[in-house]
Nanobody, 115 residues
Framework: QVQLVESGGGLVQAGGSLTLSCAAS????????MGWYRQAPGKQRELVAYVASGGVTNYADSVKGRFTISRDNAKNTVYLQMNSLKPEDTAVYYC?????????WGQGTQVTVSS
């Protein structure tokens, strides 16, 4: 029911920055949690960060201090500001949106960090 459109991925050098965005539409209920997961080849999908409707955030240890998640509730959009990127951050990043009735995923956007 919920459509998620991701954007912002790309290729950057180590130490660079990218901002991902994910816009949700079609949800009947308010969005409780918006988050980002990532999956590298041969690895399981892992949580990167999430932000709840009240503003509480959580980050994977590997990205703490470098990534910042935020949301615009009026726009049903979540952002992930990624700074000081490392090659280990290379993965497909997936937006995740949770409502009372749904748990939906975006199409994924590739983030590649060279060096």
């Amino acid at each position: 029911q919920v459509q998620l459109v991701e954007s912002g991925g790309g290729l950057v050098q180590a130490g660079g920055s990218l901002t991902l965005s994910c816009a949700a539409s079609g949800n009947r209920f308010s969005i409780n949690v918006m988050g980002w997961y990532r999956q590298a080849p041969g690895k399981q999908r892992e949580l990167v960060a999430y932000v709840a409707s009240g503003g509480v955030t959580n980050y994977a240890d590997s990205v703490k201090g470098r990534f910042t998640i935020s949301r615009d509730n009026a726009k049903n959009t979540v952002y992930l500001q990624m700074n000081s990127l490392k090659p280990e951050d290379t993965a497909v990043y997936y937006c995740n949106v949770r409502t009372i009735g749904n748990n939906d995923w975006g199409q994924g956007t590739q983030v590649t960090v060279s060096s």
